[in-house]
């Protein structure tokens, strides 16, 4: 049997889980106040503090760390690298510590698992790290040289129910398949996946939008935006990414609360709800266009695929494509897990990553 214990920061939260094989035993999302966090001024300086709250947290539970034969951790933000699991190693490390821009909570992840890992001599790997960058070529190529596609979005939940559709409902294995994956929750992203590779994807900036993300622009009129004066650089970024979509237009981002207008007779609602859905059928059937409609199933999935009305609303606009599977819900610590156990197994090679300085 495999004890494997998964890591995953937050910005505000540190969750942990412990599994055997497959069968998750613990878990615990520890909360970090801000005024705790607030004295750091580099992720990194948070190590010892969220050391603690997790070695807390599993004396609490009566996880000996002796027992553990693997530790997962959420892969932080690498230089683009192919999807899998990588182990974590001096190069890993050396790297997170000396990034000072573009920096994520989730690069002290790694850094946490070998701490705990190292002297136990036991692996600690990475899967599916925000990184993951597949992208055909072509996918790539955009009107403008300077701004080529990039890819980004929750690749680890994607791929982990891409693989669940695959081996569950196709009864074949995900390098065998074409699938499309809306992730949705407060952001998304849609990935297409081609034998097991994300050859396509669109982010929470050029495709459909979202709870708290403003999709697709007419770009013109996002550059007039920018420069009219309204807006700061810091403003304009946190309006993007944080502040439009429907928090725009109805003052929250919480899909229950625009449900409980919309049963209320709020017909503007209605609509922005309507538009959303269609917005992101729109990208999935471009997605389907990069590989001749050939798809197998498009997954739903995230925090919004709970809501029956949103998915009444997207299905039928893109179910002429694929059969569609919602599997509601985000499910990273499971995901991180059932990548380490296939690596424990033989089943999956572990990549070794090299930081080219």
């Known amino acids: 049997m495999e004890r494997i214990l998964v890591i995953n920061p937050g910005s505000t939260s540190t969750k942990i889980a412990v ?23 580099w992720v990194m300086d948070q190590f010892a503090y969220r050391m603690d709250c997790i070695n807390t947290a599993l004396e609490k539970h009566g996880i000996h760390k002796g027992s553990l034969t693997c530790v997962m951790a959420r892969g932080g933000l690498l230089p683009p ?43 600690a790997m990475v899967y599916d790290p925000v990184a ?21 979005g929750h690749v680890l939940n994607s791929r982990a129910m891409a693989r669940k559709c695959a081996e569950e409902r196709l009864h074949k294995g995900l390098d065998e398949c074409t699938i499309i994956v809306l992730h949705i929750g407060g952001g998304c992203s849609a990935w297409l996946l081609r034998n097991g590779r994300c050859i396509d994807c669109y982010s929470d900036d050029d495709a459909g939008f979202a709870p708290e993300r403003c999709g697709r622009l007419q770009a013109m ?41 919309i049963a209320n007779g709020d017909e503007r609602a209605h609509m922005l709800y309507d538009a959303m859905a269609l917005s992101h059928a729109k990208g999935i059937a471009e997605l389907a266009a990069a590989v001749n409609g050939r798809v197998d199933s498009i997954v739903v999935t995230g925090g919004l695929a709970h809501s029956k009305l949103f998915t009444d609303m997207l299905i039928p606009r893109v179910e002429w494509i694929a059969p569609v599977e919602v599997m509601a819900g985000e ?21 070794e990553f090299i930081w080219n300085r």
Do not use: W
Not at 134 to 145: A, F, K
Not at 227 to 253: D, P, V, W
Not at 331 to 351: I, K, S, W
């Open 19 to 41: 599994f055997d094989d497959d069968l998750q035993v613990m878990a615990e999302t520890i909360r970090h106040p801000l005024d705790e966090l607030k004295e750091y001024s």
């Open 81 to 123: 690298v192919p999807s899998g699991a990588f182990r974590i190693n001096q190069d890993m490390i050396d790297y997170f510590m000396a990034a000072k821009v573009n920096v994520h909570i989730s690069n002290l992840a790694c850094v946490l698992a070998d701490a705990i890992a190292r002297p136990l001599g036991i692996p």
């Open 221 to 261: 009129d996002l550059a007039m935006l920018c420069y009219s004066g309204k807006y700061t650089k810091e403003e304009m970024s946190r309006y993007i990414r944080g502040n439009s979509g429907l928090k725009a237009y109805l003052g929250t981002s919480d899909g229950r609360e625009v449900e409980a207008m």
């Open 331 to 351: 499910f990273e610590m499971e995901a991180l897990a059932a990548g380490g156990l296939r690596v424990l197994r033989g089943e999956e090679q572990a990549h």
């Open 132 to 152: 993951v960058d597949e992208l055909d070529d072509i996918s790539r190529i955009t009107g403008m040289p300077e701004l080529p596609k990039k890819s980004r």
